[in-house]
């Protein structure tokens, strides 16, 4: 069972940056793809990021793209995947998810969340000053 935990939400100012971290475990890295996703109140889910496993291809919602990176790491057994946010905005607040997937993902298809069967518990972000 893919087990995934977020963390490194918090209270930043507008402009600032945050770096959000995904812990992947139970998994072999290069059959899944993990993506990230932003929640507010109201509205549907919506995919910010997402990282392919077997070639660490990259996709980005146009409303992060040029500010943000996603990236991956090991670190023991544990699949580690980071989404770094610059020159954040309030617009940039809601609950994030890190999900992954075993489908390979494409520009086509990448934000569906139909097509992620594993979520982790959300992390908060909020930009105020």
């Known amino acids: 069972q893919v087990q995934l935990a977020e963390s490194g939400g918090g209270l930043v100012q507008p402009g600032g940056s945050l770096r959000l971290s995904c812990a992947a475990s139970?998994?072999?890295?290069?059959?899944?793809?993990i993506g990230w996703f932003r929640q507010v109140p109201g509205k549907e889910r919506e995919g910010v990021a997402c990282i392919s496993g077997s070639d660490g291809s990259t996709y980005y919602a146009d409303s992060v793209k040029g500010r943000s990176t996603i990236s991956r790491a090991n670190a023991d057994s544990i699949y580690m995947v980071y989404l770094q946010m610059n020159s954040l905005s309030p617009e940039d607040s809601g609950v994030y998810y890190c999900a992954a997937t075993d489908q390979e993902p494409y520009t086509s298809n990448w934000w569906k969340l139909d097509a992620y069967p594993f979520w982790g518990q959300g992390t908060q972000v909020t930009v105020a000053s």
């Open positions: 139970h998994f072999a890295r290069d059959y899944y793809a």
